[in-house]
């Protein structure tokens, strides 16, 4: 069994389900990952056994922490799979509780295939228990400064008179379905070498979003190191497992750029 402190903040290249089995039980804070679905990503040939990874992230995930999965569909003999919505429930059906369901909205190209532009991704938000931590990222009320709430006061009299007043905040929490450029999703070149680089800013406000300072943040299959690179940035410790020799190369060179490693 691996102690933490001895594989944090490292990339580990080896495979997921293996590699987890000797973690502790309840030792990582939130995972965020997007895994190689329905064979839409090239991904070096690698295959990945969903149900073995699914059961040992709901050993390690601690008490009130939260897995991201970020997971769509193929479309196959002109019918999506539905994969993403099984893994959904086969997460619960594990023990996760389904805390929300988010969407990834992304710029894509169009399609010809008698249906509208697919343009979204799942995000499962899955939580062991009841949710530990939520830091909601706040975005600017559309019109806040011009708009004005009706109210009633009461008068000496009792009576009640009706009024106008200034909002008293000019925030409000994000909605669920998170409009992110897709293309580009990295603010360095060196993430370019994989074929479906994670947008640095699903995985940052993910992170903040599920996780405080000094947590631990585990992606299991870690790609390029988007969550990896965004975790540290951020102050939370990270450990990184890939399966893919050539992709843990570019994850600890976009670490390695921003000395992190």
Wanted: net charge positive; glycine share 8%.
């Amino acid at each position: 069994m691996y102690k933490i402190k001895d594989i944090i903040n490292k990339v580990h290249c080896a495979d997921c389900l293996g590699f987890m089995k000797e973690l502790p039980d309840n030792s990582v804070d939130l995972v965020v990952t997007s895994p190689p679905y329905d064979n839409l990503r090239d991904y070096d040939g690698y295959t990945f056994d969903f149900n073995g990874i699914a059961k040992e992230l709901f050993r390690i995930v601690k008490e009130g922490g939260v897995v991201v999965w970020v997971v769509g569909d193929a479309t196959i003999d002109c019918s999506e799979t539905g994969t993403s919505f099984k893994q959904a429930l086969y997460f619960k059906e594990i023990g996760f509780n389904l805390h929300d369901t988010m969407i990834y909205s992304k710029s894509v190209p169009p399609m010809n295939d008698k249906r509208y532009q697919h343009c979204f991704e799942y995000m499962f938000i899955l939580v062991r228990g009841k949710i530990k931590t939520f830091n909601p990222i706040m975005v600017d009320k559309i019109y806040s400064d011009k708009r004005k709430t009706k109210n009633f006061h009461r008068e000496s009299d009792g009576s009640f008179v009706e009024g106008f007043a200034k909002p008293t905040t000019t925030k409000k929490i994000k909605e669920n379905i998170w409009r992110i450029f897709a293309g580009g999703g990295a603010s360095d070149k060196i993430a370019s070498g994989h074929p479906a680089i994670f947008p640095e800013q699903l995985a940052a406000e993910h992170i903040k979003s599920w996780s405080n300072k000094g947590d631990l943040v585990l992606d299991p299959m870690c790609g390029s190191g988007t969550t990896l690179k965004m975790a540290r940035l951020l102050n939370r410790n990270f450990i990184g497992i890939e399966i893919s020799e050539k992709y843990c190369k570019i994850a600890r060179d976009r670490l390695r750029q921003q000395t992190l490693i």
